[in-house]
Nanobody, 121 residues
Framework: VQLQASGGGLVQAGGSLRLSCAAS????????MGWFRQAPGKEREFVAA????????YYADSVKGRFTISRDKAKNTVSLQMNSLKPEDTAAYYC???????????????WGLGTLVTVSS
């Protein structure tokens, strides 16, 4: 599976952005699609994930209640709706695919290129 993320940009604090990840190739029902982010000088961290088959979602505590992950099986896409953005959300955001649910970077074996999100105060 090849992944391509888009939708990043510059937004003021309190604003919203919607990221999209287009996947080429077949995604198995057991797969998990995730979003991670990496701020300058920091390690890549888990943001959210969704089980492709069931749609069950998982979130990092830092984004719970503000971000919503969803998948569209017909379009082979995964989206991340980000509301109430904060300056600390500024990072490169990456979509990734794993064979089972995890919050660990090393469990994801397919990665797209990052899309940059900048939140100004």
């Amino acid at each position: 599976v090849q992944l391509q993320a888009s939708g990043g940009g510059l937004v003021q604090a309190g604003g919203s952005l919607r990221l999209s990840c287009a996947a080429s190739g077949r995604i198995f029902s057991s797969a998990v699609m995730g979003w991670f982010r990496q701020a300058p000088g920091k390690e890549r961290e888990f943001v959210a994930a969704v089980r492709w088959g069931t749609g069950t979602t998982y979130y990092a505590d830092s984004v719970k209640g503000r971000f919503t992950i969803s998948r569209d099986k017909a379009k082979n896409t995964v989206s991340l709706q980000m509301n109430s953005l904060k300056p600390e959300d500024t990072a490169a955001y990456y979509c990734a695919a794993a064979r089972s649910y995890s919050r660990e970077v090393y469990e994801y074996d397919q990665w797209g290129l990052g899309t940059l999100v900048t939140v100004s105060s």
